[in-house]
């Protein structure tokens, strides 16, 4: 497994397609965070991040499948996968090798952003008068979050041997489970239920989580859907 997690790291750096994504990530939460008119915290007044935690998911469900697309999609189109899985790894190392792999991405560019947050520590009225625990609470919400997205991006790159149909079938089923279920309560035919629709949804743990108290339930959520992706993963490539 950390043979395959140190090939895909390897992979991912040594192409140009890393450099996009990371620079996209950054460039578009840091005009969002700092230059935008109607979002920018300069403006605002108010020393916290919550415009980063709002615009992130959005941004994470485009680049978490464009990260995951090629991992099994490729191998399946180059021909090369009868080979891996013939290996000495077994399939859930494979997966979980790939997984890790992309997962360690996602943090080290989650990382990045943490120099928002020292600027926002220093730029407070007395300095540190911040939200430490939310802060925290959100960005383990993100990074949570995030692996939802990549376990759901890995398990549609095993399905098809198109990147462009694991990228737009991952993107969907993304924005599905983290805003479907928040725009299902609007109906008012299941507003007797909106509570419960709500809790199916990935945006309501996400939010409890911004909060700053870490919830074991909401952690549970989380893991459990990446667990179901991951094993969906598993069942394609058996399939194969």
């Not at 920018?40 to 919550?50: F, V």
């Not at 952003?113 to 959100?138: E, K, R, W």
């Not at 109906?187 to 809790?199: D, H």
């Amino acid at each position: 497994m950390i043979a395959m997690l140190q090939k895909e790291l390897q992979a991912f750096f040594s192409s140009l397609m890393a450099y996009v994504i990371i620079g996209f990530f950054l460039i578009l939460t840091g005009l969002w965070v700092w230059i935008f008119p109607d979002t920018n915290i300069l403006d605002t007044g108010y020393a916290d991040l919550s415009p980063l935690f709002r615009l992130a998911p959005y941004v994470l469900m485009f680049l978490a499948p464009a990260i995951t697309m090629g991992l099994f999609a490729e191998e399946l189109k180059m021909g090369t996968l009868e080979l891996l899985l013939t290996s000495p790894l077994t399939t859930i190392q494979i997966i979980l090798g790939k997984y890790l792999a992309s997962l360690v991405i996602i943090a080290g560019i989650l990382l990045l952003t943490s120099i928002y947050g020292v600027s926002i520590y220093y730029l407070a009225s007395p300095i540190g008068n911040i939200d430490i625990a939310a802060l925290i609470g959100s960005y383990i919400g993100l990074l949570l979050l995030a692996s939802v997205f990549l376990a759901i991006g890995l398990s549609t790159s095993a399905c098809t041997q198109s990147q462009v149909v694991a990228f737009l079938i991952g993107t969907f089923v993304c924005f599905l489970l983290y805003q479907g279920f928040d725009a299902w309560t609007t109906l008012k035919t299941w507003e007797k239920y909106s509570l419960f629709i709500a809790q199916l949804g990935m945006l309501y743990h996400y939010e409890a989580l911004s909060r700053g108290v870490i919830d074991l339930r909401d952690v549970l959520y989380f893991c459990s859907l990446s667990f179901l992706s991951l094993l969906v993963t598993n069942l394609a490539l058996r399939k194969r």
